[in-house]
């Protein structure tokens, strides 16, 4: 008998370990350890947030219908270091050739892009292939509204934007305010 009882306490043992009473257990209760272990990891969580980009959303109009009178909505854009900007870029201009474009630049360097997006010609954009560039926006036609997506300088300053449609940037271009 005794040989019996240890003959079958390892199938036994084995059994109990494999349909341990825990797992029997009610399931919400499991539910209600998860939310708990949630619960207080959540302000680690919410200290973490900070690190992830942050999105700003800008709009520019570009105004006017003749040379003399082109200009932008704005002489100032600014956003934070580091974040995804989304431009929303409206060309109210009616006649052609009322072409506009946004080109984010290095610090003081928008004519220099200007210049060289000129030389470039419509077939590339108006836009040179330069260090200087941090993002372009595609050209808008008169009435026409474009969207773009950059992520902003990590280092705070002042920063350009000019439109680099020949002779444009004389009266089109502003600064990017990095913070
Ligand atoms: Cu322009």
Redesign the pocket.
């Known amino acids: 008998m005794k040989k019996l009882f240890l003959s079958i306490l390892p199938l036994m043992l084995l059994l109990w370990s494999c349909n341990p009473p825990e797992v029997e257990g009610d399931p919400e209760a499991t539910e209600t350890s998860k939310d708990t272990a949630t619960a207080a990891s959540a302000p680690i969580l919410e200290e973490q947030d900070t690190t992830l980009q942050d999105i700003q959303h800008l709009e520019l109009h570009?105004l006017g219908n003749n040379i003399e009178e082109?200009r932008y909505s704005k002489d100032t854009l600014e956003t934070k270091a580091g974040s995804l900007v989304k431009l929303k870029f409206i060309n109210e201009g009616v006649d052609m050739p009322m072409?506009?474009?946004v080109v984010f630049t290095a610090p003081g360097k928008y004519k220099q892009v200007a210049l060289a997006g000129a030389r470039v010609g419509a077939s590339g954009n108006y836009i040179p292939q330069s260090e200087a560039v941090i993002a372009a926006s595609p050209m808008a036609l008169p009435g026409q509204t474009v969207e773009m997506e950059f992520t902003a300088p990590t280092k705070p300053g002042l920063y350009d934007f000019v439109?680099t449609?020949p002779g444009?940037w004389k009266r089109?271009n502003g600064v990017l305010v990095v913070k």
Do not use: G, T
Request: contains cysteine.
């Open positions: 570009a082109i072409v506009h474009n439109c449609y444009y089109m």
